[in-house]
Structures are given as C-alpha cells and as structure tokens.
C-alpha cells in the first residue's frame, strides 16, 4: 500500500472580560484570551531505510509534532467629548494590548529518528516522507509584545465622518512599529455616500517560521528527495543566503460606494494593497558532499542523507488590486421574510520585487496564478415562523495548479502551464426553531461533492488533489444538528 501521512488535531480557545462605566463618561473592558492548537504527526506504510529489517510493528511512526500557543490581555476605555467643531460628540478610544506567541516542535519517537547502521551505506534515515524531529530540532520558542493606541472619530457635519487610528507596538525580537489609518465618509444623499481609506500594516515573523527544522521526502526533477527546512539562523542556510528575518510592511489605499435605499444595499470597493520583504518559503538549495560531512561533524548527524535545504526568508514585494461587490435585497416572497445576496470579487497578486536567489521564476508564477481571479457567491435566506431555508451558490474561477508536468519552471523553456477549471459549490440548509427552545436543522456544504481534478502525480508525490484548491477537496459534506437553547 500507499505511504499515508496525518495527524491528530486538537484546537481549544477561551475567552473572558469584564466591562463596565467610570461614572456617566468613560466606558472600560477588560479581556484576556487563550487559544492553543496542538498536533501530532503519524506517517505508516513508510519505512526508516537506515534501520534495514528492523522496522517498527505495522510500519507506522509517530514523527512528533507542533504546538502554537497564543495569550492575550486587553484593556480598552472610552468616551464621547463635546466640541465646537464637529455636527456630533467626538468619540474617543483608547487602550493597550499585551500578547505572547509560543511555538513548540515535539521530538518523534525513536523509529523515526533513528539513524540506522545502513546510513553508511548511502540510505535514508528517518521515518520516509518525513522524518522524525529530533531531539536537536525539538524545542519551545515563545515572544511577547505589547501595544497602546489611540482612535478618533469625528462628524465634522451631517454629511462629511472623518476617523483616525494610531497604534503604536513593540516587539522583544524585532523592535517597535507605529502604524496609522485614516478613513473618511461623505454622505452624498440620504441613499448614497462615499468612503476611502488610507493605512499601513506591520507583520512580524512567527516564532514557528523562525525557528522551524523538519525533513521531508519530496520530489524534484524525476527523483524523490529528502529536503531539510531549517531556521534561517542555521549556519547551514546561512550559508546557502539565508538571514534573519525582518517584519513585513505594507500600505493600502481603499475607495468605495454605498447605496442604501431601505430594501436594497449594495457597497462597491476598489483596493490597493503593497506589501514589501514578504515572508516565504525559499526554493531548495543542494547540499555539496563537503557541507553534509560539514553538517555531520558539527553535530548534526541527520544531515548524512539530506540533498537539498530550504529557509524562510524575506523574499519579494507585491501589489494587489482589487475590486469587491456586495449587494442585498430583502423583501416577503414566499410568505415570509427573505433575503437575496450577491458578492463578487476580482484581484490580482503582482510580483514586484524578488530575490531570484531565493525563488525562481516557478515560485513567482505560482504567487500571481495560483488563485482565483474571479470569486463570488450569491445566496437566498428565507425566514418564515418556525422555519427557515438558506441555499449559497459559490463561482470560483480558473486557477493555476503546479502538477510535477506543469512545465512552468522557466520563462525559456516553453511549458503550458496547467489549470484547473472553474467550479460552482453548493451550499444549502433547512431548519425548524420551536418556541419551547428546540432546533432542528439539516443541510450540506458542497451539496454536489465537487472536488479538484486529481494531481496526474499524486501516486507518486503523495498528494492525490491539488494542494492550492480555493475549495478545498474534502468533498461534500452533510450534517443534522438537534439542540436546545434556553
């Protein structure tokens, strides 16, 4: 059989606060935040080639696995200020924020990380398909950060609302940040009415994509590899052109239009988006027989069976344009309450700037491609007493799929590039909700179990569908829920 690789999933989040008024004015609240996904790898049907014949029972490893943690604390207060200037009160808010990410990389079991007596040999160690993570890339790395802002909302007259936003963050890795927003609003009439905005973004690396060390077999050229993805501090990347990541920064400009007649809403957006030193994964570097026997002897035994090491690293700049469409109309059809929407998006991803040490021209083509440039969706919710039915008809357009045959490795050598079709998916629910608190509801999301084209090379290079499928390929599926509220 097949190598099948997985893992169980844990997800756990828990909120709280506190809110309340300092005598007539100022309003406060207080939140904390916990959440917490944890997951352990399992990969079987696979073998540690190093061992020989001394393989685990039932050829199945346990690799280890990753935790990411995040804690938070919020404070926010408030108030509204009378003024000479502006139609309404000024509102004001106002808070601080502090924050902790932690990300956990659990050691595998011995099998899969075992460096066997056959390693000499020229075999692979390690659990196949991916390995093990060892006891020198296991570990726990966490950063804290804290924030103050400050938030200005202005009437200036009925017509013309202009707010403003300032945050101000510091991070114990990467240093401070201030970033802004500015956002107006002009009422032309009483339906229709203008709005823009202007901002700056800032996004730190993760402790996860700094930190990260895994070895996967996968394919490049006509052969299966083992491929090492190591922390960009690693002497090794840096010396394949790695360095220590940097935050990603970005600007975005917005204008729109809203049309509110009562029974129909529509808004129209156009955005533009520029963000610089974007974060990725790098293309794989081959490793010379002298770095593996420089990796080995510096402590790193596994690297004896590794061909090729990649990194994150600041990679390219990009600018996306787009435009949204929102519309909805509510009337009584069908003897009760119902309500049509349609959405429609269109957006462009641009490579501006890249690194071609870094990523290739494949990599680049995949950024601008490998999304939908068309997407939308239009949906009918119908609400009658006890009884209401909802149905969500999703477009997603054409989209490009980098199969092993695709050919788009360089612009010179000529390949037609592979992509998948568009597709419509399905959405639809029925349900009943009783006075006494009971609910039933039955439905389906993918009604007609629409999944992507199967990858030509999925028998070989373990993925049986598309790995950038706007979609998804689960398939349909269809639920009943029977509950209580009271």
Known sequence: P???????????????????????????????TYGRNDIDFVIYNTVNASLGAAQPEGLRFHPGGNTQTEKGVNFDTGRDFETSFTAEPLRMS???EWREESFEVKGGDAASTAIGPLTQQGFALGSNGFNGFSPRTAGEWDRSNWAVYLDLEAQFTEQFMLAAAIRHEDFEDFGSTTNGKLTGRFDVSETFALRGAVNTGFRAPTPGQANISQITTAFEGNALIDIATLPPTNPIAQLKGARALTPEDSKSVSLGMVWDSGDWLVTVDGYHIKVEDRIALSTSFELTDAERAALVASGNPEAASLTSVTYFGNAFDTTTTGLDVVASLQTEHFGGDTTYSLAANWNKTEVDRYDANFINEARVYKIEESLPTTKGYFSVNHQREVFHANLRVAYYGSWYEDHLDSGVISAADGGLPIYEDSKVIVDAEVGWKFASGLYVNVGAQNLFDEVPDENPWGGIAGAQYPVHSPYGFNGGFYYARVGWKF
């Open 94 to 96: 106002a808070g601080a």
């Open 2 to 32: 097949a190598p099948r690789f997985g893992g169980s999933l844990e997800d756990m989040s828990v909120v709280g606060g506190v809110k309340g008024m300092w005598g007539d004015a100022w309003h406060w609240d207080v939140s904390a």
